[in-house]
């Protein structure tokens, strides 16, 4: 093939997440889920502290936040640093991976939290329509 040819997307990408199958699925549930996004975005700013983050991220249970930090540090987005002091200390932090994916998350969160008053009156809008069937 020539360098100046584009590729398809098939060739670009061997993974679709438009596959039942395909693992890149899970990571995309991980990333988009509810505290996913939210753990990822919080970390942005920096390393943090488990507390910290449960703090950062309001209504996060700690069993959940738990689950959400494994299955990103599972998936290389999230590295756990712990250390071996009395009391231990782990601390979460961003893998470059996980900077970049986290770089695309605050564009999406910039963009609703910006037009976050269009999608509050388009839910006016569909109430009063529903209301009056």
């Known amino acids: 093939m020539d360098s100046t040819q584009e590729r398809t997307e098939e060739q670009n990408y061997p993974y679709s997440v438009f596959a039942k199958a395909c693992p ?3 990571t995309l549930e991980h990333i988009t889920g509810r505290w996913g996004g939210l753990t990822l975005c919080a ?5 943090l502290r488990f507390n910290e983050l449960r ?3 309001d209504g996060v249970s ?3 936040l738990s689950q959400t930090l494994h299955q990103l540090e599972r998936d290389g987005l999230v ?3 712990a250390q071996p002091t ?5 601390d979460y ?5 996980g900077r970049a994916v986290a770089e695309h998350l605050k564009g999406l969160v910039d963009f609703m939290e910006s ?3 269009d999608v509050l009156a388009a839910r006016t809008r569909y109430d009063e329509t529903r209301d009056g069937r």
């Open 24 to 26: 890149s699925r899970a």
């Open 43 to 47: 970390l942005q700013g920096g390393s």
């Open 62 to 64: 700690e069993k959940m």
């Open 86 to 90: 009395n009391p231990p200390r782990v």
């Open 79 to 81: 590295l756990r640093d």
């Open 93 to 97: 932090e961003l893998t470059p991976l």
């Open 115 to 117: 037009r976050m008053d």
């Open 55 to 57: 703090r950062r991220i």
